[in-house]
């Protein structure tokens, strides 16, 4: 596949994902209309394209976000460890709690709960959790440094994906592939983001390159990112998919309202 076809077939897979890191609707886009950017080949049940270059794969693993909707992750953001869940479609769903912390933070599209410890029920007066809504989703930069759909944009819009090598991870093995762009390549390819977030984005990556390691498996799944810029995270997948992964928020006579105009900062 040439250079300007590989760029369009990009601009396609990434349109099949507009609105999903976003959780205002369902992604845009279907299966077949991605089946319509590759070669003749023939029919399967999941629509994925043939050239199995390193882009052609980074295209593969956007369609396979794109069906996933969610994953459980483990993150070293800057050098704090972190865990939780994370929803991308239809709606933006996060659970996060720092290893060095016990107050969670749990988004679910434009509201924000903060606590679920003791510390913040003696705080609260009663309540374990404070509730932050202004119409807009909360704690967008920390979203987008955990979304895989972000990094796999990034990836597949990059001009030149490079293949590694396949390595042991975890448990298995995984073939490791790696894309350098400018901080403004990288905010540039979200185009499932609106302008404010892209350019947090690229402000918070910095003004040097952004190295961007990727390992996925046999399934085309995205199990590890390594992201170096102005700071180095590090994030691993499972279940994606999973129908057992579950946020649900707080009850409502378990939270007070939140004074500020917006969320503290977090973590």
Known sequence: MGAPARWAAGFL??????????????????????????????????????????????????????????????A??????????????PKTVLKYQGEADSQVL??????????????SAARLGGPHWQKFSNGRIPYGDLIDRLSPVVAVA?????????????????????????????SAQYAAAQ?????????????????????????????DQLVRLRRAAAAVDTVDYSEFGSSALSVQAPAEADTAPGTESSPPPFP
């Open 106 to 119: 749990m988004v679910l599209d434009t509201s924000a709960y903060l606590g679920g410890d003791p510390e």
């Open 154 to 182: 990034a990836a597949a819009a990059a001009p030149d994906p490079q293949l590694v090598g396949e390595e042991k991870l975890l448990d298995g093995t995984a073939e490791h592939y790696r894309v350098t762009v400018t």
């Open 13 to 74: 897979a990434a349109a099949l994902l507009t609105g999903a890191a976003t959780g205002c609707g369902s992604p845009g886009g279907t299966p077949d209309g991605g089946a319509s950017s590759t070669s003749a080949s023939p029919s399967t049940a999941q629509p994925t394209p043939t050239d199995r270059s390193p882009h052609g794969v980074m295209l593969s693993a956007q369609l396979v976000l794109h069906d996933a909707r969610r994953a459980e992750y483990t």
């Open 76 to 89: 070293v953001l800057g050098g704090e460890g972190a865990k939780g869940e994370l929803f991308w479609a």
């Open 191 to 219: 185009s499932q983001l609106d302008p404010t977030r892209r350019q947090a984005l690229e402000a918070a990556l910095g003004t040097g390159d952004v190295v961007l390691d990727l390992w996925l498996d046999d399934g």
